[in-house]
Each structure stands twice: as structure tokens, then as C-alpha cells.
């Protein structure tokens, strides 16, 4: 199956191999306190697993009724998708069994659960493509029904489900002491249990609500918005104009600025771009047979008010202020009759007043059309952006965040997002406090990591092509220390429960990458797990992170000096991922500044004054060396 194509939907963008590079790549390149849930939050939770003991439901052939058709409905939209897409659809039906699923979906018998099993294996093999929501809408689906369908026909589905409670409660208690990747998972698939039969909703949702919280924050500082946008205006123009019936033409020469402010705002982002400029013409008037010359000093203010929030990029009409003072030169006839240019200086004098408010409200017309004209393009294009390189490839993979936010301050701009599904973990509490004077700020919880690789990497496969593809597609070359002298193709399976975790805590950076298959060449290889640990220290010069010990390279659940050896394709694998992975996971990573550049380089670059990793948050802010 890795040699059909995958172009139902963005064919050239492989996710699961963009994923995984970065989370290598974390480690290869270079508020208030988040505690430990206190005892008041234990006990509500020990509460209410003890109430959910007592809250068993029955299962009812109404609810198994209802899963098989979310399951029904599911896999007609699979079917419509794939008739859609007729230069892949027929090998994605045939590898996918979709005529024998349907046929038991069709039956007037009940389905059976050993068919479906075998389909879901198809659906959760981690080929290509397969995480897009159409699939994955059937393979929960396939998932939910099978689940509920065991239970209903169990005599001790209530006796397991108050075990799994027990259970449940020791994890939740043992996680709110010290939280771990492993206890979050486990929490979490006893949770999708729970959801995919019906059962403990009070439970599930006190779940959800102490670990709930936002696990990504990002800030950027209105210093750099500003300069990001601030352009300078210096412009010679032509005029023309017609203003109480006199026809004007001449030369306009705008001198001003261009810059940005932040708004307050708690529902979106909102960014005023802010016009400000002196406009000085020299013009010729004709009225008749009068010639008017005259020189004008026109003030201009403008605003365009441009809003960011979950869904794209947005923005108001220009709004703007003009004030227009002029000096008449001269005034005189085409033939010198005086009598005419007596009444031409009086009717000039008297109108005046009315002619300036007039060419300033034409200076605001033309200045509001101006900006809505330029805004529009480079709105409508990073609203676009936003759509299709981001919101939809991640929908369409299920991968989009639940809760994404965008905020503003006069000082700041806050984005923060939350990365769970229903049954998955997130942060307890807020994210750590922040350093002062820091103008880019990363916080990140690594239940959001943890989070995401699940659902993006879970059973995925990736191979070399597809891992040195992403690297250069996000940094436009592979660097040196990733090239290989051994150019044999080579492959990862994930596994399916945690493929990748990570661990902030107590100034450490932990990683574990989990195989459940290796491939080298025309070689199979059993699973094995690769981690790493770094510690954060802090120097005169800046932030390093130092490895602890060296890579552990080992079999799932084998304890070293537990008196077992690993066998010998075990020990063929280890040495080769020792070699590919030490090139990564070097002894000392020293974080670099950021280069910035166009608008922003007067700033210099960004230097890192706070990098720490605790409390499961690991927090970088960067501070530009420049004042503006």
C-alpha cells in the first residue's frame, strides 16, 4: 500500500514525515506556577471515580443501534470521497475491503466483529494517507462499534468497567503527583473506553476540566508588530481634482509613515494600521476663464483595522481624518480684465473655508480607497495562506487544534491554542511566568506534543525520502550532520499507543521515540525505543542544553541490568540506530539567536534571555538586541 498515491488531498505534503522531522529537530537544532494538582483537586477527582463506580449503565441495543450507524454514515462518506477520486479511489476501496464492509453494513444480520476487526486493521496499518478524516472517521467509527458491540454482548463488561474505574482513579492520583507521557496515556485510553460505550459522562467531563487547559501559548510584543509593519512615505504625486466647480491639476509631495498598534481585543487579534502624513501641493484652478494658483498643506490620518482569529485573516474599511489649509498665489483672467479678477479674488475669499473642507473630504475619499485598494491583495493572499497551508491541511487530518485564540493588548499580541481531543490530556494549570522585556515568547505544554504526534504519527510509517523531503522543505537544505554515508532506503513504523513523547520537567528535556518496525534496505527490523534526555544550563554567554548519558537504545520493556540480553537482530537494529541517532542527538546544543530580517532587521537579532523546562512546560523567550 506505500506505493499508491495519496492525491485526494495535498499529494505532495506527506504530514507524518513533516511531524516526525521536527520533533527531531527540537533536539538537533540549535503567570502563575504550574504545580502538581494540590489535594483538593485529587479528592474531587477520587469523588467522582467513586460516583462513577455507582453510575454503571446498562448498555441497550439502542445504543449499539446507534454506533453502527455513525459507522454506517462514516463510511458513506468514504464511499462518496472515493467514487469522487477515480484515479485512486478504486485501489484505496480494494485495499480498504470497502465492498466487504459495506456488505456487513448492508446484512440484515448483525455484523461481525471478526470482519471488522480485520477491516480496522487495514484502516489502522499506518499507510500513507490514511490519517486524512475521511479515514480516520471510519476507523473510530470502526473502533466504537466493535467496543460497544463486546460490551453489550459481555455478562462482565460490569465488573470490568468497575475495575477500569479503580484502575483509573490510581492513575488520575498518580498523574496529579508526578504527571507523565505514560500515565497520560493511559488515562487517556481508559477514557476513550469510557466514551466509546456511553459510560461515566460526570467522570469524564471532571476529567476534561482538570486537565483541560490551553498547552501552547505564543506572545509577540507590540515593539515588533510595529516594526514588522513601519514603512516611511515619500511620495511626489499628481493632483487633479474639482472643487466648487474649478478644475484642479497639479503636483502633490506626501511625507509620512506608515505604522501599527495593537488593539485591545479579547475575542481576536487586532492590528490598526496607522497612516499618518503631510500632503504639500502646488496646483493650477480653472474656472471659466480664471486661473487659480495656490499651494496647500493637507494633514492626513488614516486607519485600517485588519482582525486574526481562528478562521483567517480579516479586516475593516479605511477610516481617515484630513485637514486642508491653502494659499491662493495669484489669481488672474486669461484676457487681464481686472473687473473679472476682482470678483474671482472676492468669490475665492468668500468660498475659502468651504473649498478646504471640501478637498479634505476628497483627501479622505481618495486616501480610504487607496489603503482598501493595497490592503486588499496582500489581506486577501495571507488570508488565503492561513487556509489552505494551515487551517485545512490540518483539518482534513483531524489535527487542527480544538480551541485556537487570538488576543491583543496595546504591549502584545497572544495566540494560544489547545491540542486535545475528546479523551486526551492537556495542561492542569496556566503556563509559567514569563521573563520581563521579552519580545517572542514560546510556551508549550508537552501534553500539546505529545497530543499531536499521537494523532498525527499513531501506526504512521516514514521513510528516508519522506523524513529528508521535510527536513529540506522547512529548511531549505538538509544539514551536514543528517547526510548519510549509507544511502540504503530505510523506514520507521510507529506504534500505534505513544509513538513520540516528550517530558518538561525540572530543567530537563526528555524524548522517547517508539518503532514498533525498522526497515533497513530489503531488512526487517524488530521495534525499539530511542531516548534521550538533555539538561537545561544556564552560562555567562547564554542557554545550553547538555545530553545526560547517552542515547538509550532498547527493546519495548526490556530493563537494562535486569539480567536479560537482547538478542542478536535486537542488537543488529541498536547499532544502527545508535549511529543514525547519534548524529542527531548531539553531546551540547547551544539554542542560536534569530536572524531577522527585512522590516525587522533594525532590531537586530533575537537573543534567548529565558529558556526553562518545567512543571511539564517549556517556556523560550527571545528578546530583540536593538531598542526601536
Known sequence: MRSYPTSLIHPAFNWPAVVAAIMVLVCACGHVSTQAADSSEEGALASACEKAKQDFREITDADVAASLDTLRKAARR????????????????????????????????????????????????????????????????????????????????????????????????????????????????????????????KLRTAIREEFGGNNLMVGVSSKMVTQAISKPVDEVAPVTDCILG???????????????????????????????????????????????????????????????????????????????????????????????????????????????????????????????????????????????????????????????????????????????????????????AIAEGADVVLQVHDSMINNFTTSALSGMTVDKEDFESAIIDMLGKLPEKLKEDDQEPWSISFTRGMPISVQFADEEISMTIRGRKFRKGEDNHPGMNISVKYKIEETDTGFKLMRQGEPEIFPPGFVPGGG?????????????????FGRIFIEEIVPKGIDLEGNLEPLGRLVPIQFNSRDGWLTIAWKAEKSK
Request: charge should be positive; hydrophobic fraction near 35%; proline fraction near 4%.
Open 78 to 201: 468514504l464511499n462518496r470521497r472515493l467514487k469522487s477520486d477515480t484515479a485512486n479511489g478504486p485501489a484505496w476501496r480494494k485495499f480498504l475491503k470497502c465492498e466487504l464492509l459495506q456488505a456487513q453494513l448492508d446484512s440484515k444480520q448483525t455484523p461481525d466483529l471478526k470482519v471488522l476487526n480485520q477491516i480496522y486493521g487495514r484502516y489502522a496499518s499506518g499507510n500513507t494517507g490514511l490519517q486524512f478524516s475521511c479515514f480516520a472517521d471510519v476507523r473510530k467509527a470502526i473502533r466504537s462499534y466493535v467496543t460497544i458491540a463486546r460490551a453489550k454482548a459481555d455478562p462482565k463488561t460490569k465488573a470490568g468497567y468497575e475495575n477500569l474505574v479503580n484502575t483509573l482513579a490510581e492513575q488520575l492520583k498518580e498523574h496529579c503527583e508526578k504527571p507523565t507521557p505514560e500515565t497520560a496515556t493511559s488515562i487517556s485510553l481508559a477514557v476513550r473506553w469510557l466514551e466509546d460505550v456511553g459510560q461515566a459522562e
Open 564 to 580: 536479560k540480553s537482547m538478542g542478536v537482530r535486537f542488537q543488529v537494529i541498536r547499532t544502527i540506530l545508535e549511529r543514525r
Open 246 to 432: 474649478t478644475t484642479i491639476r497639479g503636483t502633490g509631495h506626501t511625507v509620512g509613515n506608515t505604522t501599527a498598534e495593537l488593539v485591545e481585543d479579547g475575542q481576536r487579534a487586532s492590528i490598526d494600521i496607522v497612516f499618518s502624513a503631510v500632503n504639500k501641493s502646488d496646483t493650477v484652478g480653472y474656472n471659466g476663464p480664471v486661473i487659480i494658483h495656490s499651494k496647500g498643506t493637507t494633514n492626513l490620518s488614516a486607519r485600517k483595522r485588519i482582525m486574526i482569529d481562528e478562521a483567517g485573516i480579516s479586516s475593516l474599511p479605511a477610516c481617515s481624518s484630513a485637514t486642508t489649509n491653502s494659499v491662493i498665489t495669484s489669481i488672474c483672467d486669461k484676457k487681464n480684465r481686472e473687473f473679472v479678477e476682482r470678483i474671482a479674488k472676492k468669490r475665492a475669499k468668500k468660498q475659502k473655508c468651504k473649498a478646504e473642507a471640501i478637498a479634505a473630504q476628497h483627501a479622505e475619499q481618495r486616501i480610504n480607497s487607496r489603503i482598501d485598494a493595497e490592503a486588499a491583495e496582500s489581506i486577501s493572499k495571507a488570508h488565503e495562506n492561513f487556509v489552505n497551508k494551515f487551517r485545512r491541511p490540518l483539518t482534513e487530518r483531524d489535527l487542527f487544534p480544538q480551541y485556537l485564540g487570538f488576543s491583543s493588548k496595546p504591549s502584545i499580541l497572544n495566540i494560544s491554542a489547545l491540542q486535545a481531543d475528546s479523551t486526551q490530556l492537556a495542561a492542569p494549570s496556566a503556563a509559567p
